[in-house]
């Protein structure tokens, strides 16, 4: 008997696609593995369209339409972040289980539950003899996780075909219960823009030597006494426009006095921008460039004093901010010119995609598929491959249509990660409903 939809999601999650950024630590047989599972999942799909390896282990898919211009672009990814020893999974990672009406393991949300849905949907309009107003392309990465260099590729290989897409749609937002205080109804948020990520290594040099006979402010005090004032110096916080948007389209389902607070982002953003610094993380997040002291490295040994001593940053870079802003900003804070800041992955907010027709497109399909949901644009905190697409395509969304709870977005990279079986079939109707509904 031929599998299910969810069974075909449970084999797909079975294999242990996981990235990384030391090509040598690849385990490229799982990859192979995967995609030879996919062929044999969605025959249709490989059979009766254009399918191109990009980078070894990604997919760059084109289904014919009425029209080859304006096309829209499906984006997905298939590699997985690792599985810690001393993670408290509830299930196997990928052990794939169908327990409690969902699906348990590794990759259901990020992003094999999407990459999956996209299939079930295409596959399935094939076996109908649907044809698509206009070209349909599919753009799978192999190394998200990793900002590796397959979407990076993929785009490059639409620019040389003369490729101007309509939209672009990647993972990103989703159906969110619980995301926002004071607001019961559930949110679709759609990305259209996504904050930069830019890594920075701060760096303390010394003599060094016996820790018997320490000197004053060494490499590792140094280093310390820059992480602290960092972590006590947050970047001003503001509310982008986009933010403001979407608190003013969940203004009519908070509860007072917040309706009227939200209903107002618009015309007093400062106002606003300080009530989310202070409810909480999250929401901070949306109203400034973070940083997040990651990593810190000092002596080999608890008897030597470190001669080097490092920390690392990982920032996130609001719209509206810059890379070298940020930098400014760190050396300020840090006020020790004996600290080199060096800059080791450099990346800037992407540019903000318009609420036109196309993004007018998608809130029709979630309205048709998931009527209690609020459409809101918002800017996404994460990184994702649709980054690389932003230079062939003015409008770039990301958006997963899949109901999730809080305690569900916090499994992300985390332990016990799993996605219901009726968000995952309403995820396949949503994909299906977008493709049917291009216009010409």
């Not at 590699?79 to 052990?95: H, K, M």
């Not at 810190?296 to 870079?317: D, F, Y």
């Not at 644009?377 to 932003?390: G, H, K, L, V």
């Amino acid at each position: 008997m031929e599998p299910s939809a969810v069974e075909r999601l449970q084999a797909l999650i079975r294999i242990p696609t996981v990235s990384s950024r030391d090509p040598e630590a690849v385990d490229h047989a799982s990859f192979d593995a995967f995609l030879r599972t996919l062929r044999e999942l969605y025959p249709r799909l490989h059979a009766d369209l254009e399918v191109t390896s990009v980078e070894r282990h990604g997919l760059l898919v084109r289904w014919p339409g009425r029209s080859s211009e304006a096309p829209v672009v499906l984006m997905a990814h298939l590699d997985v972040v690792p599985v810690a020893d001393t993670d408290p999974w509830t299930r196997p990672a990928f052990g794939g289980d169908l327990v409690d009406g969902a699906v348990w393991g590794r990759g259901t949300l990020d992003d094999k539950g999407a990459l999956t849905a996209i299939c079930e949907a295409v596959e399935a309009l094939l076996e109908e003899g649907f044809v698509p107003a206009r070209d349909v392309w599919l753009s799978f990465g192999c190394d998200e996780e990793v900002s590796g260099s397959a979407a990076r590729a993929a785009a490059v290989r639409l620019t040389s075909r003369g490729v101007r897409p309509w939209f672009v749609l990647d993972e990103g937002g989703a159906v969110a219960h619980g995301a926002f205080p004071g607001v019961g109804t559930p949110v679709a948020v759609i990305g259209v823009a996504e904050k930069g990520t830019t890594s920075l290594l701060l760096r303390a040099t010394g003599r060094g030597g016996h820790a018997s006979t320490p000197r004053r402010l060494g490499p590792t005090a140094r280093i310390a006494r820059a992480v602290s004032r960092l972590d006590a110096s947050p970047m001003p916080s503001r509310l982008p426009d986009t933010t403001a948007v979407m608190l003013a389209r969940l203004a009519p389902h908070a509860k007072l006095p917040l309706r009227s607070l939200l209903a107002r982002a618009g015309r007093i953003g400062p106002v606003v921008a300080r009530a989310l610094v202070a409810a909480g993380p999250e929401s901070a997040a949306m109203t400034r460039t973070t940083f997040a002291l990651t990593t810190l490295e000092g002596s080999p040994a608890l008897n030597v004093i470190a001669a080097t001593a490092t920390a690392g940053v990982n920032v996130r870079i609001l719209v509206g901010d810059t890379v070298d802003d940020a930098v400014r900003h760190v050396r300020r804070a840090i006020a020790d010119r004996r600290v080199e800041i060096e800059v080791v992955e450099r990346g800037e907010p992407s540019p903000v995609s318009p609420l036109d027709d196309a993004f007018r497109l998608l809130e029709r399909t979630v309205a048709g598929v998931f009527p209690d949901a609020v459409p809101a644009p918002y800017i996404m905190m994460a990184a994702t491959d649709s980054q690389f697409f932003t230079g062939l395509c003015d409008r770039v969304y990301r958006f997963v249509p899949f109901r999730m709870t809080k305690e569900q977005r916090a499994s992300i990279h985390s332990f016990d990660e799993h996605l219901e079986v009726e968000a995952f079939l309403d995820g396949i109707t949503w994909y299906r409903r977008l493709l049917e509904g291009l216009p010409s």
